[in-house]
């Protein structure tokens, strides 16, 4: 690290992604805290921040910071996957479709999103939306298996054994 580097929030941010990659949250956490020192206005930081709190099991913390991410770029899609995925883990399904619902109206072109969005509504039974989420990521990716193979699961939930067969079929045909 050389002088100006310290000083530098980018740099901070990029060595945070950088542990996030590794798996060390607790060392990314510490570099996006950091960044955020340096920066108190961007909102990426404040979403990766949350993300690496969410990741240790510290959602009382992650789910504020989340929120301000949002208050500072609204319209950024993957912050309200982001702030999903916490609101999910911390165990508040509704937040986490509230939150994946604003991504794909954000960005309706992300399967990501999609799956998430799907995932969370299988989590409250409502199989109905969950199977329309998944069945709008095969239309984005119509080669992904495990959009194949979740729709599947869903459908055998749902006693729809035959289209749930041909789905098992797509997602073993893509995943080879």
């Known amino acids: 690290m050389t002088e100006n580097s310290a000083s530098d929030d980018a ?3 990029s060595l945070g992604e950088a542990e996030r990659d590794r798996g060390q949250f607790r060392q ?11 920066n108190p206005y961007k909102a990426v930081y404040y979403a990766e921040l949350g993300l690496a709190k969410s990741e240790q099991d510290k959602s ?5 910071c989340m929120r301000r991410a949002a ?15 916490v609101h999910f883990r911390a165990g ?4 986490a479709i509230s939150a994946f619902d604003r991504a794909v109206r954000l960005n309706a ?7 998430n969005l799907g995932l969370a509504y299988a989590a409250v039974e409502d199989y109905k939306k969950a199977l329309s989420a998944f069945e ?12 194949w193979a979740r729709k599947g ?14 789905c098992f079929k797509n997602a073993e045909m893509f995943s080879s």
Do not use: N, S
């Open 11 to 13: 740099y901070w941010f």
């Open 28 to 38: 990314a956490e510490l570099c996006f805290q950091k960044a955020l020192e340096l």
């Open 60 to 64: 009382d913390e992650a789910i504020p």
């Open 71 to 85: 208050e500072l770029d609204p319209l950024c899609a993957a912050i309200w996957c982001g702030k999903g995925v």
């Open 92 to 95: 508040d399904t509704e937040g």
């Open 109 to 115: 072109d992300a399967a990501d999103y999609w799956m």
């Open 136 to 147: 709008r990521g095969i239309e984005i990716t119509p080669c992904d298996a495990d959009f």
């Open 153 to 166: 699961r869903l459908l055998m939930v749902m006693e729809q054994e035959e289209r749930a067969a041909h």
